[in-house]
T-cell receptor
Framework: DGGITQSPKYLFRKEGQNVTLSCEQNLNHDAMYWYRQDPGQGLRLIYYSQIVNDFQKGDIAEGYSVSREKKESFPLTVTSAQKNPTAFYLCASKLRDRNQPQHFGDGTRLSIL | GQQVMQIPQYQHVQEGEDFTTYCNSSTTLSNIQWYKQRPGGHPVFLIQLVKSGEVKKQKRLTFQFGEAKKNSSLHITATQTTDVGTYFC?????????FGKGTLLTVNP
């Protein structure tokens, strides 16, 4: 979806290092999400945010942190506490209405060096 | 939270054959969404079903929502190689969506 930009496309992390994945949207969407996808698996929710300066833990929040200082930005930090960070990370956003679909970015592939 | 179970996990078909994936929940769903993810890509929204017994069609794709709103299906008629990908059913409340594990469809030309 052209309105959501994730960067970088590929990222490598060293042991003990924190890394931050960027997600920016220009769709004026209220809610933003971070998912993790492992090979051959579905999407698991890490964190989501309904409005600026507010966010909630998803199903697998341990070892991750987020911020929502601006409506259009929702960066995800993968901390050193996340022992198995290698995965495909997807950011999504949607309008407030329950019946609206999620729009996804192209994703970031994170690997451990 | 609510869980949706999706079957089969994998399906390989010959081009031209039909394909169906099923999504089941133990609880009543307010709505169900379907997404498609091409290999190496990101999920793309296909459709949303809201009403009991609802049936919607998109060209060769037919989506159904069960009468009890506990199950849904996606049927593709006469598959093509462009149909390759993983199909996810998704349920959720206002903000939080839960993805099924998906059905990976491969098509032999």
């Amino acid at each position: 979806d052209g309105g959501i930009t994730q960067s970088p496309k590929y990222l490598f992390r060293k042991e003990g290092q924190n890394v931050t994945l960027s997600c920016e949207q220009n769709l004026n969407h209220d809610a933003m999400y971070w998912y993790r996808q492992d090979p051959g698996q579905g999407l698991r929710l890490i964190y989501y945010s309904q409005i600026v300066n507010d966010f909630q833990k998803g199903d697998i929040a341990e070892g991750y942190s987020v911020s929502r200082e601006k409506k259009e930005s929702f960066p995800l930090t993968v901390t050193s506490a996340q022992k198995n960070p290698t995965a495909f990370y997807l950011c999504a956003s949607k309008l407030r209405d329950r019946n609206q679909p999620q729009h996804f970015g192209d994703g970031t592939r994170l690997s451990i060096l | 939270g609510q869980q949706v179970m999706q079957i089969p996990q994998y399906q390989h078909v010959q081009e031209g054959e039909d394909f169906t994936t099923y999504c089941n929940s133990s609880t009543t769903l307010s709505n169900i969404q379907w997404y498609k993810q091409r290999p190496g890509g990101h999920p793309v929204f296909l459709i949303q079903l809201v009403k009991s017994g609802e049936v919607k069609k998109q060209k060769r794709l037919t989506f159904q929502f069960g009468e009890a709103k506990k199950n849904s299906s996606l049927h593709i008629t006469a598959t093509q190689t462009t149909d390759v990908g993983t199909y996810f059913c998704v349920q959720g409340s206002n903000y939080k969506l839960t993805f099924g594990k998906g059905t990976l469809l491969t098509v032999n030309p």
